[in-house]
């Protein structure tokens, strides 16, 4: 979907609008709502360049909207020159095909949408597996659907119907064939799971993972939090894909933090399982960052259905069931509420705005906080030659106490648990 950087394609987003009522509220929501359509299509790195809400007035199966919003939006698309348009809603394969034709640029639905998102983003092999499922049970719904409207088009020409439908039969017993294979395949990586837990862990550091809706602000809050110390010059670093960055804490801990794909209004029921394989990594993170945008009209809904997505995943053994005591909630955009201090205290949340930087310390404290909960203190006694070690006690732990004595350098440090298992190894 994406190009090579210096030709970002230009899209355009409709929201199609059902609920009738004009009052301020429905108005927000329409406006909120489309504002998710524009950054979950940014987020593949498209450049949106048009977006409108749409009223729907009665039903058009042909097109879904009315001839003169068809011709008025094509007009609109053809000045800005856009070449792919996501319609925010379930589009029958008809339809789409009616509007690539009426518009001539490609035409994506959101279910479309989401599975392009959730394709770039998986990273374990459960979650590449769930997302090719998704796929395949998207493709094959649209066959189905095809096939019975050609059916139903033909009429009169039922005995003319033969090779289309052989063909269309053809199609459904491939895609049949390889969801059963797949759904074989993932069965095998969930119950070698537990196995491979603790191996994909590959990274040295504590990790932060980011949770939260989609532009709750995660993407500007990991910029801001580590915009300044890119550290991708480091050999570790550099095999980090961008989705990771380190993060340096005041302690002078290192940490890696990590945004991950976020949650979605309304998400259509068959992409429930591609999404949460794509939350995998969470479980694996030393905090959790869940950030919410508490300006937002949904806000505390939003909140409700991270909690219950992550209490699913302890359920279902992917999850520890302490997740809650490793999480920090963040309130983001508290400049849309008149900075940090108007924002209502809630527990041990965090008040910011990921765009003034106000807050900001406070968060990057208590993520040093709370990966020091995690973490053991040990003493050790190293000579003086051994430099080495030193530095890397220092870069991984937290060096609570030292004394240069004639013998040896003594130290007391607060360590990862294994951190502490790979230093005292032999
Ligand atoms: N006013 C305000 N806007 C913010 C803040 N953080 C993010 N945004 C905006 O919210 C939108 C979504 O942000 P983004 O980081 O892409 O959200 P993500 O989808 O969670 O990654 C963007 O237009 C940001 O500029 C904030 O603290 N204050
Ligand atoms: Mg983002």
């Known amino acids: 979907m994406t190009e090579a950087a210096g ?42 360049v048009h977006s409108a809400i749409l ?3 009665g039903m058009r199966p042909a097109t879904l909207f009315g001839t003169g919003q068809v011709e008025a939006q094509g007009v609109a698309m053809q000045a800005q020159e856009v070449t792919v348009a996501v319609v925010d809603a379930q589009l029958g394969p008809v339809q789409q095909r009616n509007l690539e034709r009426a518009w001539g640029c490609k035409v994506i ?14 990273r374990t092999s459960e979650g590449t597996l769930q997302v090719e499922l998704a796929h395949l049970e998207y493709q094959r719904s649209r066959l189905v659907r095809s096939w019975t409207h050609l059916e139903r088009q033909r009429g009169g020409f039922g005995f003319l119907g033969g090779p289309g439908e052989t063909q269309i039969e053809a199609d459904r017993r491939l895609i ?28 040295p550091f504590p990790v932060v993972a980011l949770v939260g809706y989609t532009n709750a602000g995660k993407s500007t809050l990991f910029n801001a939090l580590t915009g300044a110390e ?7 670093f550099a095999t980090l894909d961008p989705t990771m960055r380190g993060l340096r804490l005041p302690s002078g801990r290192r940490a ?48 409700g259905d991270v909690v219950a997505v992550l209490d699913g995943m302890v359920e279902d053994g992917v999850l520890d069931a302490d997740w809650q005591d490793r999480s920090i909630e963040v309130l983001n955009k508290a400049d849309l509420l008149g900075g940090v201090a108007a ?27 709370r990966i020091s909960l995690g973490m053991e203190v040990a003493d050790y006694a190293l000579a003086h030659a051994d430099g080495a070690r030193l530095a890397w006690l220092y870069e991984h732990g937290e060096v609570l106490a030292r004394d240069d004595a004639d013998d040896a350098v003594h130290v007391r440090v607060r360590l990862l648990p294994a951190d502490r298992a790979r230093f005292e190894r032999p």
Do not use: C, M, Y
Not at 29 to 38: K, P, Q, T
Not at 281 to 288: K, L, N, P
């Open 176 to 203: 049949g064939d390889r969801i059963v294979r797949l759904k074989r395949e993932l069965e095998q990586v969930r119950r070698t799971r537990a196995l491979h837990r603790t191996a994909r862990r590959r990274v």
């Open 343 to 369: 924002v209502p205290p809630r527990g041990a949340a965090v008040a910011v705005s990921a765009v003034t930087g106000e807050g900001l310390p406070g968060l990057r404290a208590a993520i040093d906080a």
């Open 7 to 48: 030709t970002p394609t230009r899209a355009a987003v409709l929201l199609p609008w059902t609920r009738p009522d004009q009052s301020g509220e429905a108005t927000r929501a329409a406006g909120a709502r489309l504002a998710e359509a524009v950054g979950l299509t940014a987020s593949i790195g498209l450049v949106v």
């Open 256 to 303: 890696i933090l990590s945004d991950t794909v976020g949650f979605i209004s309304e998400l259509p029921t068959e992409l429930v399982a591609a999404f949460r394989a794509t939350l995998e990594e969470v479980a694996e993170a030393d905090v959790i960052l869940h950030v919410r945008d508490i300006s937002h009209p949904d806000s505390a809904a939003q909140r």
């Open 109 to 122: 639905d959101r279910t479309g949408l989401i599975l392009e998102i959730f394709g770039e983003r998986a």
């Open 230 to 236: 890119v550290v991708a010059r480091d050999q570790l």
């Open 55 to 57: 009223p729907l007035r």
